[in-house]
């Protein structure tokens, strides 16, 4: 479980649930850093172990990123307890990274970021890659100024690929022009980073023949 209480709204609490063993009268909780030193408490009564953690310690300070295990026992009258743990990191920095498109092979004196979708087997597709400084998973969309025209699944990674073939989500070839990439991604604690690069569809000249024949 990943939390980022960093006030944007996305996952900024851990509610930790647990129901203890028959006979318990009360429960505690324990979040505690990786060295095992505590950083804040909860406690009530009865057999249902119900708190919320919002990544702050016991003075309202933001606790260190990290992974804090938080511990839940229940206890009868006689003191006999019964106990539980489960990890949270604890993330409120946003992914860095890049996008770029480019065709595969890319002739000396050719604009970096343009191919030829014309179907003569050179430069047909681009290659869109992306590299990120922490696994996060969303999706990469090419869109033309009015918009959205493809669309593709981004796995949780570090770094990847995909190829467009200059054709939209109906496998229709789009007009000639320049298109916006667009790499929207999200980490595990949800916090997200929009990347951006532009590629050109250009058929300018395609399937070439030498004339005349013959001289």
């Known amino acids: 479980t990943w939390i980022s209480p960093d006030g944007d709204g996305r996952q900024e609490l851990a509610r930790l649930t647990a129901v203890a063993s028959a006979g318990a009268v ?12 505590p950083v804040r408490t909860f406690s009530g009564e009865g057999g249902a172990i119900d708190a919320t953690w919002d990544g702050r310690d016991a003075a309202g300070a933001l606790v260190a990123e990290g992974t804090y295990l938080a511990s839940a026992s229940g206890a009868d009258e006689a003191g006999n307890a019964a106990q539980t743990a489960v990890q949270i990191g604890v993330d409120v920095r946003d992914p860095q990274g890049t996008v770029t498109a480019s065709p595969n092979a890319l002739a000396s004196d050719a604009t970096s970021n343009a191919f030829s979708p014309n179907g003569d087997g050179w430069q047909d597709a681009a290659t869109i890659r992306w590299t990120l400084d922490e696994a996060a998973a969303g999706t990469i969309s090419v869109r033309s100024p009015t918009a959205t025209i493809w669309t593709a699944r981004i796995p949780s990674s570090v770094a990847g690929s995909v190829a467009w073939n200059g054709r939209d989500r109906s496998g229709r070839a789009v007009a000639e022009g320049t ?31 030498a004339s005349p024949g013959i001289f």
Not at 31 to 36: F, M, S
């Open 179 to 209: 298109y916006t990439v667009v790499a929207t991604v999200a980490d595990a604690a949800g916090n997200p980073v929009t990347m951006m690069a532009e590629v050109r569809v250009d058929r300018t000249v395609g399937f070439l023949r």
């Open 26 to 37: 009360r429960w505690s909780v324990s979040v505690a850093d990786a060295a095992g030193t």
